[in-house]
């Protein structure tokens, strides 16, 4: 047989997904599953977005520009405006999902070989980019101890290479629920510069923002327009996960010229899916006012209920729907499985996502897990309270 890719070899399975076929035997066996390993929400679509494409009277679904259609790009300026950050439609290629702007970016700032440094844990799947990009991920690694907050950026500096081209940071963050504040980004602002490096931030969970914290942006700060790289999407914001529509954003012209012959190799961006992340855009605020709303009530509940086991520690997200939860065990990826396989509280059992996934530090975060409260309150109590009697009953 002729042998795969060194690439495809060291591709890692998705720390979310990888239990799919556990979870799906658990089902045939009978059982019903909380799941709170992905992060698809529970949140209805708007229907202004839905509503678009079914009147939407096309004769021939063509292709779009390869910068995603000008109308679009020049409405998601608007929808910046908002959040303060300036923009022309020419600094947005819309993507085919936050994914593809993540491997547009890595593509177009590094070659094989060159660093990229991570705060973890980190989006599991910045490991697969890494990887297919030939790129080496130098973590840097914040603690539950500290919330997760951003590590000194002495931890930085000693990391920094003549092959480093890029720190990449998730905020608020998927899997910490980390936002950083305007002091953190000014600090790593400071040391792009001073190393002349990208700063790339992928920011798709921008509106889930808790406490009366705000989000504070990298475009938002001035003197980055060289180093500043955004990776955005509609998925999360919209609860439109399978429009598959996002996009990159940057004020550096050769930056977006380079991003752009990656997006006329793929031809362009899905049209339907422009249609309705176009229209998603007249969102009324109230709509996130609610979602958020939902979302502080599912996570107070949610930390609230994991403080009352015994052994357990959790960091307070401020933001995304994501929480880290440190178990006494010692091994998350044997536990999630032998949840699947061998618990049930009345035919219930939960599902969650093994953290180590979320690292590239070989056996950090094996005792980890990610939470992801994308389902009601009432789910939430029941699902937690499986953990604490699983807990009680489990042998590493
Ligand atoms: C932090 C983060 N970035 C990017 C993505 C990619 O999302 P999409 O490709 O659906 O836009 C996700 C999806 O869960 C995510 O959590």
């Known amino acids: 047989m002729p042998s795969i890719s060194k690439k495809g070899q060291l591709m890692p399975q998705s720390p979310i ?25 529970d949140i209805k679509t708007p229907k202004t977005a839905i509503d678009a494409v079914k009147n939407s009277d096309i004769d021939v679904l063509a292709y779009s520009r390869s910068e995603g259609s000008e109308t679009y790009r020049q409405k998601i300026c608007k929808y910046y405006s908002k959040h303060y950050i300036n923009v022309t439609h020419n600094d947005i290629v819309v993507t085919t999902g ?6 547009f970016a890595f593509g177009s700032v590094m070659d094989v070989d060159d660093e990229i440094i991570i705060p973890e844990p980190f989006y599991a799947n910045y490991n697969g980019f890494s990887i297919a990009s030939g790129v080496k991920v130098v973590p840097v690694i914040s603690k539950i101890e500290d919330n997760f907050a951003l590590p000194p950026i002495e931890e930085f500096e000693k990391l920094i290479t003549p092959k480093t081209k890029a720190i990449l ?46 989000h504070y942006s990298i475009m ?26 996002g996009c990159l954003v940057s004020k550096n012209k050769t930056v977006i010229d380079t991003v ?40 107070n509940t949610l930390v609230t209920e994991l ?19 440190e178990l006494p065990i010692k091994n998350s990826d044997n536990f999630a499985k032998w949840l699947l396989e061998n618990f049930d509280i009345d035919g219930k059992t939960i599902m969650v996502a093994p953290a180590a996934g979320f690292y590239s530090t070989p056996g ?15 789910s939430l109590i029941k699902a937690v309270n499986i953990l604490k009697e699983a807990l009680k009953v489990y042998k590493d």
């Open 17 to 41: 997904r990888k239990l799919v076929p556990f979870a799906e035997q658990a089902v045939k066996d009978g059982k019903s599953i909380y799941y709170l390993n992905i992060g698809q929400p």
């Open 98 to 103: 936050g994914s593809e702007a993540l491997l």
């Open 169 to 214: 940071i998730c905020n608020p963050g998927n899997p910490t629920g980390y936002l950083y504040s305007k002091e953190e980004i000014q600090k790593l602002a400071a040391i792009v510069k001073k190393y002349d490096l990208f700063l790339i931030s992928d920011e798709v969970y921008r509106e889930f923002v808790y406490d009366n914290h705000t």
């Open 220 to 245: 938002q700060e001035n003197g980055l327009e060289n180093h500043a790289i955004v990776v955005d999407s509609v998925s999360k914001r919209y609860s439109m996960c399978g429009a598959r529509v």
């Open 260 to 299: 752009l012959k990656f997006a006329q190799a793929r031809l362009s961006p899905p049209t339907l899916a422009q249609i309705a992340s176009e229209a998603a855009l007249e969102t009324p605020q109230s709509y996130f006012d609610d979602v958020v709303k939902e979302y502080v009530e599912r996570r």
């Open 307 to 325: 403080q009352k086991i015994e052994g357990i520690k959790v960091a307070k997200p401020k933001g995304a729907f994501y929480c880290i939860a």
């Open 364 to 378: 950090v975060g094996l005792n980890q897990i990610r939470i992801a409260y994308v389902l009601k309150k009432e």
